[in-house]
């Protein structure tokens, strides 16, 4: 187990005194730094910074960022929840360390798409097969990492084959872990 032992920190955004939602941080003893090309190959929409040691990631609406000796994440709606989300992600970064062998490690820094360069690239006939009421809303939430290339019915029709090959290059989707 990479993490056996962390400090957890709850508080309030200094940038939002008053607010209703917490971040939170764990401290943790053990350096993690040598996890994160792991992660980075695995967290769909991950974002891996090697200079800064550090990788963030967009789970959900929260804002979460790995770095040597500590994993925070913003927007939590109570202190329970934080404890949760954090007990989470540890778990994460344990199962990856655990699983590292299967795991080709990526150290390439990759870059979001665009919501326009996503949505240029979908069937864009609003059916709302997907759930959503526009391919732009769609194209918003793939880019934030909430939707995922096969959550769109229509890409899988012949006639959209060339813009599904061109989604996959630009976006990035390992293994939806998390
Ligand atoms: S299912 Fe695909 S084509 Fe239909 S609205 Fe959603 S993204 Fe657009």
Avoid at 94 to 103: K, P, V, Y
Avoid at 128 to 141: I, M, P, R, V
Avoid at 148 to 174: F, R
Wanted: charged share 25%; glycine share 6%; with cysteine.
């Amino acid at each position: 187990m990479l993490i056996e032992k962390y400090e957890l920190e709850v508080f309030t955004p200094p940038c939002d005194p008053g607010a209703e939602r917490y971040a939170a941080k764990a401290h943790i003893e053990t350096d993690i730094s040598e996890v994160l090309p792991y992660l980075n190959a695995t967290l769909r929409g991950a974002i891996y910074h090697p200079g800064a040691n550090a990788l963030t990631w967009k789970k959900g609406g929260r804002n979460i960022a790995f770095h040597s000796y500590e994993i925070a994440t913003s927007n939590i709606e109570d202190r329970e929840g934080a404890e949760k989300e954090i007990k989470g992600l540890i778990d994460l970064v344990n199962r990856t360390w655990e699983r590292r062998a299967e795991i080709e490690p990526d150290t390439t820094t990759h870059q979001r798409p665009t919501p326009m360069a996503i949505y240029k690239l979908l069937p864009n006939t609003n059916c709302k097969q997907c759930g959503e009421s526009t391919c732009y809303s769609f194209a918003l939430k793939m880019a934030a990492a909430q939707r995922k290339i096969t959550d769109c019915p229509l890409l899988t029709e012949q006639q959209y084959a060339e813009k599904l090959t061109e989604l996959e290059k630009i976006v990035i989707e390992g293994p939806a872990i998390g």
